[in-house]
C-alpha cells in the first residue's frame, strides 16, 4: 500500500518537459537509423539502409538530429563529442523494444558524453560496462530518460562538471562497487526524478561537490523527487547522499530496505557544510541492519529543515534522525532535554 500511494504522489507532482521540435528549430535536421544488421560503410542512416553501430551515428550528428537505435545488441564504449543546442538537442532514442549498449569496449564507460551539450537519451538499456553506464563529463543540459542502467561496474550514471541535468523515469541497479546514480563535480542544477534506484553497492544517489578534484565543490539547486530507492548501501552509502549539497529540494521520495542510512547531510569532500537544503514529504522505512533514516552529522551542516517526513526505523537502537548537538542548540526551534 505505501508504494501504491507513493506511486501515485510521484504522478501527480512531476510536470514533464519536452525537449522543442528540432524540426522547426532546423530545417536541416536530420533523422538516422542504426540497426545491428545495418553498414556503417555502405549504409546511409535511412530507415530502409541503416548503419550499423550507435558510434558512426554519433560522429555524424549535427544539431538538432535524432538517432533512431533499433532493437538489438550494440557494442559500448560510445563517445558523444558534438553537441546541440537549446531549440534543436541532439537525441538518441530507442526504436521499440529493447535496444542494448552491451559493456564497454577498450574504454570505460559504455556511453560517455564528452563537452556535449543539450543531449537527450531515450529509451536504451545500458549494461555491463567497466565503469559507468553513462558518464557526463564537461556537458550541461543533458536528459536521460525511460532509460536502464543494468549491473555496471562502478555506477550507473556519473556526472562530473555538468550543469541542468536531467534523469527522469529511468532505473538503475547493481552498481557493482559505487553508486546507482553519482551526482559530482560542482554539477549544479541536477534534477533526479521519477527513478527506480536499487541493489547498489553504495548508495542509490549520491551527490559529492568533490572540492578534491577542483571547482568550487558544491552543487546547488537541485531537485530529488518521486524516485523510489531501496535495497541499497550493502558497502556502505546513504539511499540519498548529500556531500557539500546547497539549496536543494528533497521531496515525495520513498526510501526502504537501505542498509546504511536513509538520507545523509554532510560535509567530507564537499567545498562547504550541505547547508540550506529542504527535505520535505518523504516516506523513509529504514532495515534493520541500516542506520539512521535522517543523518545531519557535523555541525557545518546549518539552515537546513525538515518537515512532514514519515520516518520509521526497524534498528535496535538508531533511531530516525540523528542531528549534531551544536547544530540543535544554534536552532531556536529545536529543544533538547
Not at 555502405?42 to 558510434?55: C, F, H, L, V
Not at 549498449?101 to 570505460?108: H, L, V
Not at 521531496?251 to 550541505?274: F, K, M, P, T, V
Amino acid at each position: 500500500m505505501i508504494k501504491t500511494l507513493a506511486l501515485f504522489g510521484v504522478l501527480l507532482l512531476g510536470v514533464v518537459t519536452f525537449s522543442a521540435n528540432s524540426a522547426i528549430a532546423n530545417p536541416e535536421a536530420m533523422t538516422y537509423h542504426v540497426d545491428p544488421s545495418g553498414s556503417d560503410s555502405s549504409g546511409d542512416g535511412s530507415p530502409a539502409n541503416p548503419w550499423q553501430t550507435i558510434q558512426h551515428a554519433a560522429d555524424q550528428v549535427q544539431p538538432g538530429d535524432s538517432v533512431l537505435i533499433n532493437p538489438g545488441t550494440y557494442a559500448g564504449g560510445i563517445v558523444v563529442e558534438t553537441g546541440g543546442t537549446a531549440d534543436a538537442p541532439i537525441t538518441f532514442r530507442a526504436n521499440g523494444g529493447d535496444a542494448i549498449i552491451e559493456d564497454s569496449g577498450d574504454d570505460r564507460d559504455a556511453f560517455f558524453i564528452d563537452g556535449a551539450d543539450y543531449i537527450v537519451v531515450e529509451g536504451l538499456t545500458i549494461q555491463h560496462a567497466e565503469r559507468a553506464g553513462m558518464r557526463i563529463s564537461w556537458s550541461h543540459h543533458v536528459t536521460v530518460r525511460d532509460s536502464t542502467f543494468a549491473d555496471n561496474g562502478r555506477w550507473g550514471i556519473f556526472t562530473d562538471f555538468s550543469d541542468h541535468t536531467l534523469i527522469e523515469d529511468s532505473q538503475s541497479y547493481g552498481a557493482g562497487l559505487e553508486h546507482g546514480i553519482y551526482i559530482s563535480n560542482s554539477s549544479d542544477y541536477p534534477t533526479i526524478r521519477r527513478n527506480i534506484l536499487h541493489h547498489n553497492h553504495g548508495c542509490g544517489l549520491h551527490m559529492n561537490g568533490d572540492i578534491s578534484m577542483g571547482g568550487d565543490g558544491i552543487i546547488s539547486y537541485g531537485l530529488v523527487e518521486g524516485n523510489i530507492i531501496y535495497e541499497n548501501g550493502y558497502g556502505g552509502g546513504s539511499g540519498i547522499n548529500m556531500d557539500g549539497v546547497t539549496d536543494t529540494i528533497v521531496r515525495n521520495n520513498l526510501l526502504y530496505e537501505n542498509h546504511a542510512s536513509g538520507i545523509s547531510i554532510y560535509q567530507i569532500d564537499g567545498g562547504s557544510g550541505s547547508q540550506n537544503n529542504r527535505i520535505l514529504n518523504n516516506t523513509i522505512l529504514m532495515a534493520s541492519d541500516g542506520r539512521w533514516g535522517i543523518n545531519i552529522p557535523d555541525s557545518e551542516d546549518t539552515d537546513n529543515r525538515l518537515f512532514n517526513n514519515i520516518v520509521y526505523n526497524a534498528h535496535s537502537w538508531r533511531g530516525s534522525i540523528s542531528i549534531a548537538t551544536p547544530t540543535l542548540e544554534a536552532s531556536p526551534a529545536i529543544t533538547t532535554s
